[in-house]
């Protein structure tokens, strides 16, 4: 049974930073594909982001294309979320994923746990 804590979400203002962290436990991250997902108010919870088990290749939703950055560190069983330009719709829950399967899932139906997400605020 893997656990994934995410942490680093908080209230920013439009154009800024954060970076999202997500530690895992309870079984080697290696063996994952890691995914990052988020919910907006009344909305599906959308794919954001995946990094394969190896740190390459990565796939990015079209919407934060060019602003997020997914990477993992494997020998501290931890990913990261770097998002940049931040924009008042990019507030949201953001969670934390692993996955089993192969490839860059992005169908969250695919993902075996989730962690319990990070509330990001961006302010106009």
């Known amino acids: 049974q893997v656990q994934l804590v995410e942490s680093g979400g908080g209230l920013v203002q439009a154009g800024g930073s954060l970076r999202l962290s997500c530690a895992a436990s309870g079984g080697t991250s290696s063996t994952y594909g890691m995914g990052w997902f988020r919910q907006a108010p009344g909305k599906e919870r959308e794919f954001v982001a995946v990094?394969?088990?190896?740190?390459?290749?990565?796939l990015y939703a079209d919407s934060v294309k060019g602003r997020f950055t997914i990477s993992r560190d494997n020998a501290k069983n931890t990913v990261f979320l770097q998002m940049n330009s931040l924009k008042p719709e990019d507030t949201a829950v953001y969670y934390c994923?692993?996955?089993?399967?192969?490839?860059?899932?992005?169908?969250?139906?695919?993902?075996?746990?989730w962690g319990q997400g990070t509330q990001v605020t961006v302010s106009s």
């Open positions: 994923a692993a996955t089993r399967t192969w490839g860059l899932p992005t169908i969250r139906a695919e993902y075996d746990y």
């Open positions: 990094v394969s088990r190896y740190s390459y290749p990565t």
